[in-house]
């Protein structure tokens, strides 16, 4: 009898391994969908740049940006360092689709990656909620791969990294 309750015991130890084993990989091979979001940034002004109309920002966890304004931008030119400002800008985003059997992805304190679900899909425009409530709206590079995803579905939201000081994004 002892002999037959360690088969099963081990039976029942390789079965988890197994489903460990299959779960680790579908989180490996995980779909992801690339697209744009309009994200709003806020900070201190570091400085101005009038001939390239580039103001590079301090953000509030102490990173720099710098972001090309337009040229409709009124008095840019007094603008001074110190000053607060907010704007929306342009970033890249990859949404990595988490499974319902998933394990629970961690978001990173930085907000570069927060989990959120999918509230519609309509022609590659996709909206998310965050587990705050709040909404972003991502435009997929591929309407195609975004018609996949279902309401509801659970997805990992990472933003780029903003670009590196002197090459900037357009702020609306």
Known sequence: ?????????????????AAASSMIMAGAFAATIDG?????????????????????VVNAQGGTEAFQV????????KLKPG?????TTQRAVR?????????????????NQVL??????????????????????????????AATVITGTRVLVNLATPAPVGSGNALK
């Not at 744009?36 to 002004?45: E, L, Q």
């Open 36 to 56: 744009t979001a309009s994200v709003r940034i806020a900070g201190r002004v570091q400085s101005v740049d009038m001939s390239k109309h580039l103001v590079t």
């Open 1 to 17: 009898m002892k002999s037959k309750s360690r088969k099963a015991l081990w039976s029942f130890k390789a079965a988890l391994i």
């Open 95 to 111: 949404l990595t689709v988490l499974e319902a059997s998933s394990l629970a992805a961690v978001p990173s304190p930085n907000g």
């Open 83 to 87: 000053t607060n400002v907010y704007g």
């Open 116 to 145: 959120a679900s999918v509230a519609r899909v309509d022609d590659g425009l996709m909206t998310l909620r965050d587990t705050q409530g709040a909404v972003l709206m991502v435009q997929a590079n591929s309407p195609a791969d």
């Open 70 to 77: 337009g040229n409709d931008v009124p008095n840019l030119d």
